[in-house]
């Protein structure tokens, strides 16, 4: 009863962590606006310059959604495929999904400088980018589950992945080699990754996506528990272990696949964040780790983009790099005073 009213406590907490963490993130930015402006607009008073509410509903406030769901997204996936795998190092990319939405804007992108046709007259800009990258993210997710199907080794399964993500990797590499330097570097700005490129329409349907990959980790709960133990022992609790990987293995591509054609490849927040919500709460029940990993992710996107975006400048530095440079030593530091890794 004690440890529930502590967990209370805990998520309360991080509500309120995040509500800060949000208001501050649409607060700055390259033109300086006032705490109390923002929350005037926020809450649909008049603000003092006209244009401040104009900036805060059309671009910042889109921005810090996508950054919510982005890390939200991101984190869940990482729990999710470190408790299938039984092991730490595993995250979203470890199916290769990531990188057939990589291998999906490459193709749109660089391809015009080896194929002809299509790829040679296809506008690129941010939906055709998303929507190619949800094509190379659909077709490896759907590879994988063909493979699922014939392999029962979940770790033969991981090591398979891998490959798919060392293929897609090898054919981009391909098309960087023929390609232009100005595709390259076109190509090489969306691997930076981006949140504040989408649009009220565009964040609805990442909204969309995002919100069914957590209802089906949410369904998922029990069999991920029992997981823990492993798969025999999962067996022996009644969990249909063919039915749950599955399951579990749409349910991460939907989240590391509709985060990546939207925003980029982003490291780090996938991997670290469900390490990081272990050592906190210090418990291995998902019934506590899926809503945990949800906040501390959209916490930790939203002080990265924070940072990334410069206050007071117009120059916005690469998401993707951020993420890393400052959540890395974070979890170094955590993990060197708890001193050992819950698992």
């Not at 805990?10 to 995040?18: A, E, K, S």
């Not at 810090?64 to 495929?81: D, H, P, Q, R």
């Not at 399951?247 to 925003?263: C, E, H, M, N, Y």
């Not at 991997?271 to 899926?290: E, S």
């Amino acid at each position: 009863m004690q440890k529930s009213i502590s967990y209370r406590a805990y998520f309360i907490l991080l509500l309120l962590v995040l509500i800060v963490c949000f208001l501050v993130n649409i607060s700055l930015g390259s033109v300086s606006i006032p705490l109390q402006e923002t929350l005037n607009a926020v809450l649909g008073k008049s603000t003092e310059v006209d244009s401040w509410s104009y900036i805060i509903w059309n671009y910042r406030i889109p921005k810090a959604f996508t950054a919510i769901l982005v890390g939200s997204g991101l984190a869940l996936s990482g729990l999710l495929m470190q408790t299938l795998f039984r092991n730490p190092l595993a995250g979203p990319f470890v199916l290769g999904i990531s990188a057939g939405a990589s291998l999906g804007a490459a193709l749109l992108i660089l391809g015009s400088s080896l194929f002809t046709g299509f790829f040679a007259f296809t506008m690129v800009n941010d939906i055709s980018l998303a929507l190619a990258a949800s094509v190379g993210s659909f077709l490896v997710l759907l590879a994988v589950m063909v493979v699922a199907s014939k392999v029962k080794d979940t770790m033969a399964l991981l090591i398979i992945g891998l490959m798919f993500g060392s293929i897609t990797t090898a054919v981009v590499s391909v098309l960087s080699y023929f390609s232009t330097a100005e595709k390259l570097q076109q190509y090489v700005y969306w691997s930076f990754g981006s949140i504040g490129n989408l649009s009220w329409n565009q964040l609805l349907l990442l909204f969309t996506i995002i919100a069914i990959g957590i209802l089906m980790s949410i369904f998922s709960i029990k069999s991920l528990n029992a997981l823990l133990l492993g798969e025999s022992y999962a067996k022996s609790l009644g969990v249909n272990m063919k039915q749950s990987r599955y399951f579990i293995i749409i349910a991460t591509g939907l989240l590391a696949g509709g985060v990546t054609a939207f925003a980029g490849p982003i490291a780090f927040i996938g991997l670290a964040v469900p390490h990081l919500t272990r050592q906190i709460f210090n418990t291995t029940d998902h019934k506590i780790l899926v809503p945990a990993v949800l906040i501390y992710g959209a916490i930790l996107m939203l002080i990265c983009d924070t940072i990334a975006q410069m206050p007071n400048s117009a120059n916005v530095l690469p998401i993707n790099a951020i993420t890393s440079i400052i959540g890395a030593p974070v979890v170094i530091w955590l993990l060197i005073r708890k001193r050992k890794m819950i698992f």
